[in-house]
């Protein structure tokens, strides 16, 4: 008897592992990454003392075995004897590994997020009792901007904002075959976008909020090394005595759904251990509050004071700092700009007894965004 558990070392993936060790089971939690076992060890348990506030204890540690394997790989990069010992007494595999990436080659994206999906459900067809658990995204709903999304929900009618939300759905796609062609079960988890308020030490898995954070941080210190009125408005001055003013183009009404993550592992576990009995079944962890603009606008205007943004839905004739701001980070606003909501019948039915997750408001938007870093792995 053990559990397959990929992307431990990941943002959620650390915290949802921290839930199952925290089960009143001895079952063993296999770790499948591509490090050495030793330095599989050595993150796993860096990430558990930070997150549990102490070392791991030692039943929790004797649960854990570490295996090296890439999942891009045919066979994960094992032999058929490797192989065949993780199939044997497998009960659960928790696949949560995935690249996430909003701009730049989508090669890696699918390679990860396609093909690694692929591998695991090849590993599983030698695992006859093995039920899957995967970690999907809420925003594989793509470009739709409006509506309420349904956990049974599964189109691409409406495209894609970025090649990341085409990968998930195009792994959703493939559990969903996999299921029917074989029989089996899958739960299918899609978490919004997470974020923690807690600064997260150097070298553990960062929150995916760091790339927004890091690629306007990059815009406004790079134009700082040649523009005083920026050096100055950065340093916390006000420069010109009037500070700057932004106007940036968006839905003020808009919004993005966002979520504490240790929330969204805590109900991703709970929400798991109610298996459909035949096929699958898809549950929404989203937050019943977006996080609109206003929230937005608090936070960055707390993190640089001197800087005032307003969000309208044109801007004519933009000024150098507007072109600038839109240039780095205007295909990312696109996300803050919806209006859709998430059913969660399956997630409330299944957990019938989870509170309804705190806000993503502008003080603890501003928190997570003073503490997120570009380094991103999910």
Known sequence: MAVLFTGATGFLGSRILRELLTED???????????APDTLRARIEAALTW?????????ARNRLR???????????????RERAALATDCTALWHCAALLSLQGDPSPLFKANVVGTRRVLELLTGTPAAHLVHVSTAYVAGSRTAGHVMESELTEEHGFQTYYEETKYTAERMVHAWAARTGRTAT????SLLVTDRPVPEGLPQQSL????GLINTALRNKAGEDATVARLLAGGDAHGSGMHLRIQGDPEGGINMLCADYAAHAAVRAARVRADSGVRT????????????AATYAFEALYPGITLTVQPTVTAPNMYERLFTQHVGDLLTFSSQHRTYDRTNLLRDVPDL????PVDGPYLARALGCASASVTI
């Open 188 to 191: 299918i988890l899609r978490p």
């Open 51 to 59: 997150l549990n506030g102490a070392s791991p204890g030692a039943d």
């Open 210 to 213: 760091g790339i927004l954070a």
């Open 25 to 35: 089971s001895d079952e063993p939690v296999v770790v499948l990454g591509r490090h």
């Open 283 to 294: 549950l929404h962890i989203t937050n019943p509050l977006k996080t609109g603009f206003e």
């Open 355 to 358: 509170p309804d997750p705190q």
């Open 66 to 80: 570490y295996v090296t394997t890439d999942l891009t790989e045919p066979d994960l990069g094992l032999s058929s």
